[in-house]
């Protein structure tokens, strides 16, 4: 059997390597191709290197773009590649623009889909993620869903067959790197942080960058805080930040240390020892909840509702009385910390990589994975 790999992002290659690990394990040697969707060392490379993934097949060097040119620069460069190496299946993670790139150029050249993290829906079709979500678990044969509730919002689409709940495999990538990163990473001295005692940040939604109302908003969240943040920050936001003249407030807030973005494993540790994180990321929403931080979502709706109903996560959105009242409550009140430090996880054990790779190789045997 040989099964392609399409990602483009950072959380792609995060969330796929275990289910490219799992496959290694087997004996079964995927092809891996990277859209170039994320290009710097540290949204990229850096992954590849810490989760010690194989060499890439194909760099297709897509870029940055409008939504339409960087899909469809993808899509051209994908179905070249899949028309000359004709894989068993295309396996795709989440709901970048990468992804839908991936479905619609495989699924149209009757290769099959396997959409891991299917089924995830925020029921905001202004979300570019949204779009490629629904229209990526439309365009695919098999589809792994996270949780039972992912599960539902395909049933309510009609999609019933070839669905699996697998777990998320984002458990995977933590349980099997987090001890890694306690005893690898240097990211605490480096920025002299002690546990328990600040706050990490993270947002990078164009929801929240792309307008500069928004972007206001969430500069006047972190002029307010309470205590010590770090912020890892993307691209995206600090360039949004320059173009519209707010850089220079972010760049003078005292207890505010802004950063490129980090490793894997900075990450992790970062995270783990956190009083609290805030962030827009669907990514450390889960790890957050795994990770017993609790975590303040600087949105109005999530797609990622287990955490919420779990009780790990709370959306504060982009409102500073709200946002940093919810920081201070954590603050002040130590039961209320110790019930959302206390969550349940809802996404598994841990071994949704294994059974993907399992169900796949099996589906494969069979006979049964073609386009219907
Ligand atoms: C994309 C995904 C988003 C995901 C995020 C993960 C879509 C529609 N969005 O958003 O769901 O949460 O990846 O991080 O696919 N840039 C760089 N260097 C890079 C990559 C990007 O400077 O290596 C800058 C460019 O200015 C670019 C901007 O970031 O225009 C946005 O990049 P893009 O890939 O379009 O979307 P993300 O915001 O990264
Ligand atoms: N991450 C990282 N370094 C950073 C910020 C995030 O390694 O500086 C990891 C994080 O642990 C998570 C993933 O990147 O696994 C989340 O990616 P992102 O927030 O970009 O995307 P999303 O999950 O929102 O699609």
Known sequence: MRPAFVFGTRPEIIKLAPVIRAFEERGVKPLLVHTGQHYDYEMSRVFLEELGLPEIDHHLEVGSGTQAEQTGTAMIKIER???????????VQGDTNTVLAGALASVKLKIPVAHVEAGLRSFDRTMPEEINRVLADHASEVLFAPTEEAKKNLEREGITENVYVVGNTVVDAVLQNAELAERKSDV???FGLRPGEYVLITAHRAENTDSRENLAKLVEILESLPMIGIYPMHPRTRNRLKEFGLWERVSSIGNLIVTKPLGYLDFLRLERNAFAIMTDSGGIQEEAIILNVPCLTLRYNTERPETI?????????????????YLRKLMDDEEFYRRMASAPNPFGDGKAGERIAEILMGLYEEGKLKVK
């Open 309 to 325: 109903e779990a009780g790990g996560n709370v959306l504060v959105g982009l409102e500073k009385e709200r946002a940093i009242g």
């Open 81 to 91: 590649v899949l028309m000359d190496e004709r894989p068993d299946v295309t396996i």
């Open 188 to 190: 605490l001295e480096r």
